[in-house]
Structures are given as C-alpha cells and as structure tokens.
C-alpha cells in the first residue's frame, strides 16, 4: 500500500496569525510485501497560493527539510504561522493556505489546506453577508471592525 498523509494536531485546520500550527507527515512508499526504494528528499512546507482567474501566484512561508527519510516514515514538523496574507475567498481570486509534503523523485506529494485569519475563518468577500468594494467587512489587521476594502486590496500586514 503506498500512501502520504498530513495529520495536524488535534485535526485543527483554522489559525490565528502567529499561532503555531504541528502535526506530522507520513508515508508508506512499499506494495505489497515489496518496499520501494527510501525517497531521496523529503520537505514538509508551509505555503500559500492564489486559486481563480487571472494570474496564479504562490508562496513558500517555511520548509522542513525531512534528513534521512525511509520508504516507511513518519515526521513530526511545527510552523509558526506568519502575520499574513490572510485566507480570503473572493469572487475571482483566493488566497488559500496549505501544509504540503514532497517525496524526490517523483514529485510525490500530500496538500492540506488551512485558512490563516485573525477571526481563524476564511475572510469572505462574495456572499451577501460579506463585503464587498468600499463596504465595511470583518477586522482588518487593526482587529477594528469597520476597515473598508479598497478595490484590489486584501487583508494582511501593511493593509489600512
């Protein structure tokens, strides 16, 4: 059975900036009663990428380089999780938030998303009850509710 897993502390998928986030990765690279050979590198990262239209950006926050992994392992990591950008869901673009894990060669990888907020939810900006251009919308980095968003802004450290 070949498998990769992120498990995080207490299964907790919603931060604070600041908080740290633990958990470990896992994985079994044998079939069967055979074992596959070790990986030859293993990195568990802390990253951010956008998902929608137009451009696609990501970022590496941190990464954990796993020494000496096995073909059957297991991994303890921790992050500190950064002041930003936040988790935002928008109409045409997100910002999501996700623990990953790669094994070289071959590319193989696990992914598990978190959202980053000060409210620890996802700061929507679609529905009805969120807002919109120019509207008043959750705390902004002051922790002041009433913060307008100004057209292409999101939240995060250094937005007013």
């Not at 633990?22 to 596959?36: I, R």
């Not at 293993?42 to 073909?71: C, H, K, M, N, Y």
């Not at 991994?75 to 938030?97: C, D, E, H, N």
């Not at 939810?121 to 509710?145: F, M, P, T, Y």
Request: aromatic share 6%; no cysteine.
């Amino acid at each position: 059975m070949t498998f990769i897993e992120i498990e995080l502390d207490d299964g907790r998928t919603s931060f604070r900036p600041g908080e740290e986030l633990a958990g470990s990765v896992l994985w079994d690279l044998s079939e069967g009663e055979s074992v596959q050979s070790a990986p030859d590198s293993a990195e568990v990262r802390l990253v951010w990428f956008t998902r929608g239209r137009g451009d696609r950006d990501s970022g590496i926050v941190a990464a954990e380089e796993l020494a000496g992994p096995q073909a059957v392992d297991r991994r303890l990591f921790r992050f500190t999780l950064p002041a930003g950008p936040y988790s935002v869901s928008g109409k045409l673009v997100s910002i999501v938030w996700a623990v990953e894990v790669v094994l070289e060669p071959g590319s193989r990888a696990a992914r598990t998303e978190i959202v980053v907020s000060p409210t620890g939810r996802e700061i929507l900006l679609h529905s009805d009850q969120a807002a919109e251009v120019g509207e008043v919308a959750e705390a902004g980095e002051s922790g002041k509710v009433g913060e307008e968003l100004a057209e292409g802004e999101f939240w995060g450290p250094g937005t007013t």
